[in-house]
Protein backbone atom coordinates (compact mmCIF):
# COMPACT_ATOMS: atom_id res chain seq x y z
CA UNK A 1 0.00 0.00 0.00
CA UNK A 2 1.15 3.17 -0.86
CA UNK A 3 1.81 6.37 1.26
CA UNK A 4 2.27 9.96 -0.33
CA UNK A 5 5.44 11.60 1.86
CA UNK A 6 3.57 15.00 0.89
CA UNK A 7 -0.10 15.31 1.92
CA UNK A 8 0.24 11.32 3.66
CA UNK A 9 -2.56 9.81 1.77
CA UNK A 10 -2.50 6.36 1.72
CA UNK A 11 -4.48 3.48 0.48
CA UNK A 12 -4.46 0.82 -2.36
CA UNK A 13 -5.48 3.61 -5.14
CA UNK A 14 -3.23 5.61 -4.36
CA UNK A 15 -0.04 5.43 -6.52
CA UNK A 16 3.03 7.41 -5.84
CA UNK A 17 6.15 8.19 -7.94
CA UNK A 18 9.62 8.13 -7.50
CA UNK A 19 9.76 11.11 -5.44
CA UNK A 20 6.94 9.00 -3.26
CA UNK A 21 4.20 11.65 -4.41
CA UNK A 22 0.77 11.10 -5.09
CA UNK A 23 -0.63 12.32 -8.18
CA UNK A 24 -1.97 15.74 -6.45
CA UNK A 25 0.88 16.32 -4.78
CA UNK A 26 3.22 15.73 -7.99
CA UNK A 27 2.56 18.47 -10.30
CA UNK A 28 3.41 21.10 -8.01
CA UNK A 29 6.99 19.06 -7.03
CA UNK A 30 7.84 19.26 -10.91
CA UNK A 31 6.25 22.45 -11.65
CA UNK A 32 6.07 25.22 -9.46
CA UNK A 33 7.83 24.44 -6.53
CA UNK A 34 11.21 25.75 -7.93
CA UNK A 35 9.10 29.13 -8.62
CA UNK A 36 7.50 29.28 -5.08
CA UNK A 37 11.55 28.95 -3.38
CA UNK A 38 12.65 31.70 -5.85
CA UNK A 39 9.46 33.79 -4.84
CA UNK A 40 10.15 33.16 -1.44
CA UNK A 41 13.70 34.40 -1.12
CA UNK A 42 12.94 37.83 -3.41
CA UNK A 43 10.11 38.25 -1.02
CA UNK A 44 12.38 38.01 1.57
CA UNK A 45 15.04 40.11 0.35
CA UNK A 46 12.57 42.51 -0.87
CA UNK A 47 10.80 43.14 2.02
CA UNK A 48 14.80 43.96 4.02
CA UNK A 49 13.98 47.07 1.78
CA UNK A 50 10.59 48.16 1.56
CA UNK A 51 9.99 51.31 2.65
CA UNK A 52 6.10 51.79 2.65
CA UNK A 53 3.15 49.79 4.40
CA UNK A 54 1.46 49.41 0.93
CA UNK A 55 4.12 47.04 -0.50
CA UNK A 56 4.73 45.56 2.26
CA UNK A 57 1.52 44.10 2.92
CA UNK A 58 1.69 42.92 -1.17
CA UNK A 59 5.05 41.46 -0.49
CA UNK A 60 4.05 39.58 3.35
CA UNK A 61 1.01 38.10 1.60
CA UNK A 62 3.17 36.46 -1.61
CA UNK A 63 5.88 35.40 0.86
CA UNK A 64 2.95 33.64 2.94
CA UNK A 65 1.17 32.03 0.45
CA UNK A 66 4.12 30.43 -1.21
CA UNK A 67 5.55 29.52 2.35
CA UNK A 68 2.22 27.93 3.24
CA UNK A 69 2.69 25.63 -0.56
CA UNK A 70 6.46 24.76 -0.01
CA UNK A 71 5.65 23.59 3.93
CA UNK A 72 4.51 19.92 3.35
CA UNK A 73 7.36 19.23 0.98
CA UNK A 74 10.08 20.69 3.69
CA UNK A 75 8.59 18.48 6.08
CA UNK A 76 9.21 15.64 3.25
CA UNK A 77 12.68 16.46 2.91
CA UNK A 78 11.88 17.47 -1.13
CA UNK A 79 11.99 21.37 -0.83
CA UNK A 80 14.91 23.75 0.36
CA UNK A 81 13.84 26.60 1.89
CA UNK A 82 16.54 29.42 3.04
CA UNK A 83 16.10 28.61 6.09
CA UNK A 84 13.75 26.40 8.20
CA UNK A 85 9.99 27.18 7.18
CA UNK A 86 9.27 27.70 10.76
CA UNK A 87 11.75 30.51 11.09
CA UNK A 88 10.94 32.02 7.94
CA UNK A 89 7.20 32.29 9.23
CA UNK A 90 8.78 34.14 12.56
CA UNK A 91 10.68 36.63 10.37
CA UNK A 92 7.78 37.33 7.72
CA UNK A 93 5.30 37.97 11.59
CA UNK A 94 8.19 40.10 12.70
CA UNK A 95 8.19 42.23 9.50
CA UNK A 96 4.00 42.73 9.58
CA UNK A 97 4.54 44.08 13.06
CA UNK A 98 6.99 46.45 12.02
CA UNK A 99 4.51 47.76 9.67
CA UNK A 100 1.47 47.35 11.60
CA UNK A 101 2.54 50.05 14.20
ZN1 LIG B 1 0.07 13.63 -1.95
Partial sequence: MAQCR?????????????????????????????EDIKTLQLSLQALSRI???GAAAA???IARESLERLRPY???????LPKPSDEIARDLDELEAQWTD
Avoid at 12 to 30: I, Q, S
Fill in 59 to 61: RLE
Fill in 74 to 80: EAAKLAR
Fill in 6 to 34: CCHTRGFMVETDVNGLCEACAPYYYLQMD
Fill in 51 to 53: QYA
